[in-house]
């Protein structure tokens, strides 16, 4: 009886066993969720061409479905936000990587910042000319460095003493980018990043260009790319990688290598990558200011992402918009321009992929 007795205990732990298993299987696969932006702006569906918004459609389709393979394999949020990144920066279409907009003295001027949520950790460069992909040395400088950020020649010192690829600064240039940055040099203005092959529309001329922006241009867009994840374990990261604008002097850095102000993940709160004017960004501390209110005050992500892009900015006058993910997975893309390239993708679902305002 004894004997008995004691099968059927072991019987039954081992039922409850299985069960813990299976459950504790379960929650190690959360959903994930990859975000990304290719940068806001005046993006009007009258001035677009349906060769370019299926160019930028599937370059964006593209990025999504690079992370979402990492994401979907158990990668970590870090890995699916560099690789991400890494097709939009490798695509002329984005002011990043190749394609990345001229500065003042004709080079090309790159930053990038990424954050890691599940411990703070965090990485940027800023006025790099060599580094293929910025990002990737943004994430050397926070996994194997002491630092948070590094800039100019002492990066890219640090990029080859960590095998990060260099190039040569030619590959960075396209004919599109050069040209904006002559009529930025014939205006003496600063550009944020436009598509300098448009001609029609008619833009409110002073308005433009108090804003830094090239008055003759309809599709004025910032170029800038970022992601933000939400891996299978439960962890956040997001990530930046720009060009800056075109024509800009004395080694201007804007929000975009600034943690807090252009990137930030915590997963306390939320991931967030930003795209928009940088000097306003910069001192409205964007990133961080959306992941504070849902961590100290309580609210939302949409909550605070509409408090800090469609309130705190406006009222600034800082345009430009937002992509993040919170820890349960909630996805926003808030923007306070006409458009902003944004897409995202949760699961093994499809991509989501929108430019305009009203999609
Ligand atoms: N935020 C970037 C900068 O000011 C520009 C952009 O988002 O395109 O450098």
Known sequence: MKAFLRAVIVWGMGIMMTLVLAQAHDDDKKPYVLVIHGGAGTILKKNMTAEKEL????????????????????????????????????SPLFNAGKGAVFNHRGENEMDASIMDGRDLNAGAVAGVRR???????????????????LSGEG?????????????????????????????ALERDQVFLDHDGDQDSG????????????DPEDPDQKFGTVGAAALDIHGNLAAGTSTGGMTNKRWNRIGDSPVIGAGTYADNNSCALSATGHGEYFLRAVVAHSVCALME????????????????????????????????????????????????????????????????
């Open 55 to 90: 160019a930028y459609r599937t370059k964006l389709d593209e990025a999504l479905r690079t992370g979402q393979a990492i994401l979907e394999g158990g990668g970590t949020a870090v890995d699916a936000v560099v690789a991400t990144i890494n097709v939009m920066e490798n």
């Open 131 to 149: 580094v293929k992909n910025p990002i990737n040395l943004a994430r050397e400088v926070m996994t194997n460095s002491k630092h948070v950020m």
């Open 155 to 183: 990066a890219e010192e640090f990029a080859d003493s960590r095998g990060v690829e260099l190039v040569d600064p030619a590959y960075f240039r396209t004919k599109k980018r050069w040209n904006q940055l002559q009529k």
């Open 202 to 213: 008619k833009p409110d001329t002073d308005k433009i260009a108090d804003r830094g922006r």
């Open 296 to 359: 100290y005050k309580g609210l939302t992500l949409q909550q605070a992402a509409d408090e800090i892009v469609m309130n705190k900015l406006v009222r600034m006058g800082g345009e430009g918009g937002i992509i993040a993910v919170d820890r349960a997975g909630n996805v926003t893309m808030t923007f306070n321009t006409e458009g902003m390239y944004r897409g995202y993708v949760k699961g093994q679902g499809e991509p989501v992929i929108q430019i305009y305002k009203e999609e």
